[in-house]
């Protein structure tokens, strides 16, 4: 992570199968300001490291949306 990079934590509920997975991590990892977007399948949570300069915690939620799957921050 760089000094302008933070981690953002979210949940989705909605994931039902490994291939959940690299669809999310796509879309995420689109984004402009993304360095890092990893999904856990198993307990539905996803970190993202990224410049809030370029992307809010919105356009996270409303990518993963795009895929089809909703998420909401987190604190896990």
Request: proline share 7%; with cysteine; charged share 25%.
């Given at each position: 992570?760089?000094?302008?990079?933070?981690?953002?934590?979210l949940?989705?509920?909605?994931?039902s199968?490994?291939?959940?997975?690299?669809?999310?991590?796509?879309?995420?990892?689109?984004?402009?300001?993304?360095?890092?977007?990893?999904?856990?399948?198993?307990?539905?949570?996803?970190?993202?490291?990224?410049?809030?300069?370029?992307?809010?915690?919105?356009?996270?939620?409303?990518?993963?949306?795009?895929s089809?799957?909703?998420?909401?921050?987190?604190?896990?």
């Open positions: 992570m760089t000094n302008t990079t933070i981690r953002t934590k949940r989705s509920d909605e994931l199968c490994p291939s959940c997975v690299p669809k999310i991590e796509s879309a995420l990892m689109a984004l402009p300001g993304v360095e890092k977007a990893e999904v856990k399948f198993a307990t539905g949570r996803i970190e993202v490291d990224h410049d809030p300069a370029l992307t809010d915690v919105a356009a996270l939620v409303k990518s993963i949306a795009k089809g799957y909703t998420a909401k921050p987190s604190a896990f």
